[in-house]
């Protein structure tokens, strides 16, 4: 059955248990190139699948969408099945030394932080895994202060023999600090460029590391020599024109999939939530990614990339999520929570606040309950309510894809 009309004008992979990875061929040499010394002239000069990337990316009757819609669907079901991999994600800490516009983390955000304990991130992922979660990622702000010194490894080293997939969504880091996370056990890495566009980025990133434009366009490829057999990339919609950004992430994709093609991909089109801080940085509703636009955008990127695996995640309200399902969608969260301790409440003994990098103590009247999250969901479904949902709909929740066995006698 077609993504109906009606729901259309409404919203106005790989393989199952992924690729081994030799470890004795980390070190990739790109010989002095990368994505961002390409990035101006892949633009310019788009490759034959970019071309056509941007034809289907073109204005769309409802007629011409709804056949996207159909091809689409039938695609993914050629290369997944009625599948649907289920994650969540659990937030270290809130610290970050960034001041990012868009982000609820952003350094002079005064906000409530925390970092977890290694046993309060154990905490954490016992509860997700007692709800059926067998995949996770780990999130955290980039703070060299509470996020380092061996920090990361250690609470993968406490959760490898709990959780079987371990991704991170972390500050950008050089390829032997990758390297060493694998060694640890986590395989899976998520980086979103958050806009392509150079100049709005420079605009929005004032503070910190991740004002490097290009230190960051080239983060997926040091993953990769790192030895990371997922590798997750997307842009925040709402930042920019919203063709602009699809084109150069279809750019980025076709990129990485030729030249790191040992590793599996995904891709997401997360778009702006509420958050602490109260982004302003444009109100033009030109750059904001509706709802119609992001059906538009699933099914094209779809056709174009049929085995690549597409991320929805709880940003999205639930009406929604439930049509796009069958879209296109191979990865959900569910039962997210955006605040480190967020589904147990570990952490809040240690709230703080932070003025310019440096912790500050609350005053003891203070009333906290928990640290403040990174943004809104708006999904707020439980994980049982989405895996029967999944059912009703004809698919198999997919909790568990890998397991460290697979590459026992590699």
Same mark, same amino acid.
């Given at each position: ?9 409404? *919203? ?6 992924? $690729?081994?990875? @030799? ?14 010394? /390409?990035?101006?002239?892949?633009? $310019? ?12 990316? &073109?204005?769309?009757?409802?007629? &011409?969408? &709804? ?20 994650? !969540? ?20 955000? =005064? ?6 304990? #290694? =046993?309060?991130?154990?905490? &954490? ?23 380092? @010194? ?7 080293? !406490?959760?490898?023999?709990?959780? =079987? ?13 990758? +390297? ?30 991740? $004002?490097?434009?290009? *230190? ?25 024109? *919203? ?17 790191? *093609? ?37 099914? !094209? ?6 085995? #690549? ?24 969260? !569910?039962?997210? /929570? ?7 409440? #570990?952490?809040?003994? @240690? ?5 310019? +990098? ?21 999904? $707020?479904?439980? #994980?049982?309510?989405?895996? /029967? ?22």
């Amino acid at each position: 059955m077609l993504f109906a009309i009606s729901t259309v004008s409404r *919203w106005t992979g790989n393989a199952l248990f992924g $690729k081994a990875f @030799d470890k004795r061929a980390r070190t990739v040499d790109f010989c002095g190139v990368s994505f961002a010394t /390409q990035f101006d002239s892949l633009m $310019k000069d788009p490759t034959p699948l970019m071309r056509r990337f941007r034809k289907l990316l &073109e204005d769309k009757t409802d007629g &011409e969408l &709804e056949s996207m819609a159909g091809q689409s669907q039938a695609i993914t079901q050629r290369h997944f099945g009625k599948t649907m991999r289920i994650f !969540a994600p659990i937030y270290l800490s809130n610290e970050c030394v960034n001041n990012c516009q868009y982000c609820g983390f952003s350094r002079d955000n =005064p906000i409530l932080r925390t970092t977890l304990t #290694v =046993p309060q991130v154990v905490a &954490e992922a016992k509860f997700l895994y007692d709800q059926g979660f067998r995949n996770i990622l780990l999130v955290a702000g980039e703070h060299p202060k509470f996020v380092s @010194d061996g920090y990361l490894q250690k609470c993968i080293d !406490a959760l490898k023999q709990l959780m =079987p997939t371990i991704g991170i969504e972390v500050g950008p880091m050089e390829d032997d600090q990758y +390297g060493e996370l694998v060694d640890h056990g986590a395989e899976g890495l998520i980086v979103y460029q958050e806009t392509y566009n150079q100049e709005a980025y420079e605009i929005l990133h004032t503070a910190g590391p991740k $004002k490097k434009f290009h *230190w960051r366009l080239d983060c997926p490829e040091r993953a990769y020599s790192g030895g990371f057999r997922r590798i997750g990339i997307g842009a925040l919609f709402g930042l920019s024109d *919203w063709r602009h950004e699809a084109i150069s992430l279809a750019t980025h994709l076709d990129y990485l999939m030729k030249h790191c *093609w040992k590793a599996s991909f995904s891709i997401a089109f997360p778009r702006m939530r509420p958050h602490a801080g109260n982004y302003q940085y444009t109100p033009d509703p030109a750059l904001s990614l509706n709802d119609r636009n992001l059906v538009h955008l699933i099914t !094209a990127f779809r056709i174009c990339f049929p085995q #690549v695996s597409i991320v929805l995640s709880t940003r999205e309200p639930a009406e929604l999520r439930d049509s796009l399902f069958g879209l296109g969608v191979t990865h959900i969260s !569910a039962g997210s /929570q955006t605040d480190p301790g967020g589904y147990t409440g #570990v952490g809040t003994e @240690d709230l703080h606040l932070t003025v310019k +990098g440096r912790r500050v103590e609350l005053e003891d009247d203070a009333a906290c309950d928990r640290a403040t999250g990174q943004f809104e969901i708006d999904d $707020k479904r439980s #994980v049982g309510e989405i895996a /029967q949902l999944l059912q009703t709909q004809g698919f198999d929740p997919v909790w568990k894809d890998w397991d460290p066995a697979i590459l026992a006698n590699s």
